[in-house]
Structure formats: structure tokens, C-alpha cells
């Protein structure tokens, strides 16, 4: 490929996240990110007498959990006006839960 074509395909996919819903974007986006911290804890050993600073970012990172899953939950509930069952049922169906989220929305509207 030469470089122009890099550049224009590189540009062309810019060009599609900006026509995609944004607040579809931030929600999956967080939510893969919760998904990505729920793994990163199941395989995190926390050593009390350790002395870096491996327990105050583990603090920090718990800390803002919170408002990671509120501002992912309230997107879910208040945006996507999907609710919890909902979303069960899109994973267990193997549609990648955004298709089903946007055929969702463009039924309601």
C-alpha cells in the first residue's frame, strides 16, 4: 500500500467514528473498559507490605469504580433506554450488543 492510501484510509476511518452516535460510542467504550478492569482485579494480588505504591493506585482505581459504573449505567438506562434484563439478552443471543442497541433504538423512534 502506498502512503497515500494509508492516509486516506486512515482518514476514512476517522471520518466514520465521527458519523457514528457518540453516545453509543462513550457507552460501549466504558463499559469495555469495566469489563477490562473486572479482569485486571480477578488476576491482581494485593501485597499489604509492599512498599510501593502498588495499594494507593489500587485505592485510587477502586475509588473511581463507582463512578464508572454509574455514568455506564445511566447511559444504559437513560440513553439507550435499555434495561438490565435487556442487556442480558442481547449477550446470550451472540448479537454483538451494539447492532442490537441500535435496531433497538431505530424501532422505538
Known amino acids: 500500500m502506498s502512503e497515500l492510501e494509508i492516509e486516506n484510509k486512515a482518514l476514512k ?36 507490605s509492599a512498599d510501593d505504591r502498588t495499594f494507593d493506585r489500587f485505592q485510587k482505581l477502586t475509588s473511581s ?10 447511559l444504559r438506562v437513560n440513553y439507550l433506554k435499555m434495561d ?7 449477550v446470550k443471543k451472540g448479537v454483538p450488543l451494539i447492532e442490537q442497541l441500535i435496531n433497538e433504538n431505530k424501532s422505538r423512534k
Open 84 to 90: 438490565e434484563d435487556e442487556a442480558k439478552e442481547a
Open 13 to 48: 476511518e476517522k471520518l466514520a467514528s465521527y458519523q457514528q452516535d457518540g453516545m453509543y460510542a462513550l457507552f460501549f467504550s466504558l463499559n469495555r473498559k469495566l469489563n477490562e478492569l473486572s479482569a485486571s482485579l480477578n488476576n491482581f494480588e494485593l501485597d499489604l
Open 65 to 74: 469504580l463507582k463512578d464508572m459504573v454509574e455514568s455506564v449505567n445511566w
